[in-house]
Nanobody, 131 residues
Framework: QVQLVESGGGLVQPGGSLRLSCAAS????????IGWFRQAPGKEREGVSC????????YYADSVKGRFTISRDNAKNTVYLQMNSLKAEDTAVYYC????????????????????????WGQGTQVTVSS
């Protein structure tokens, strides 16, 4: 069965950290660009970070640059999103998604992640930042 499964979400205080995981089954993650998106209640889905399929180049939205780190563990067929210095505005459901390399190169070139360029999605994991 081809699927992506996110985990690692939860409740954390402002300034805290969480590490999200995106595990793939039925296909190999390093053949794809992998992106993390988030959607807060009443807001549109926002691209947060993505990693290319070849040399591991990364992209970050300005809202998370310097606080979030995306990484791959090809042996575990898993992509991670390390989130530090979390803020209340980071509260959202976080989704990982797989797409072609164009999904990554477009983000690098334009500075926006397009969800339409990703064709496999996980079910999401809730992140709540609150005191």
């Amino acid at each position: 069965q081809v699927q992506l499964v996110e985990s690692g979400g939860g409740l954390v205080q402002p300034g805290g950290s969480l590490r999200l995981s995106c595990a793939a089954s039925g296909f190999t993650l390093d053949d794809y660009a992998i992106g993390w998106f988030r959607q807060a209640p009443g807001k549109e889905r926002e691209g947060v970070s993505c990693v290319g399929d070849s040399d591991g180049s990364t992209y970050y939205a300005d809202s998370v640059k310097g606080r979030f780190t995306i990484s791959r563990d090809n042996a575990k067929n898993t992509v991670y999103l390390q989130m530090n210095s979390l803020k209340a505005e980071d509260t959202a459901v976080y989704y990982c998604a797989a797409g072609g390399q164009r999904a990554f190169t477009t983000a690098q070139a334009i500075g926006v992640m397009f969800s339409s360029l990703y064709n496999r999605w996980g079910q999401g994991t809730q992140v709540t930042v609150s005191s």
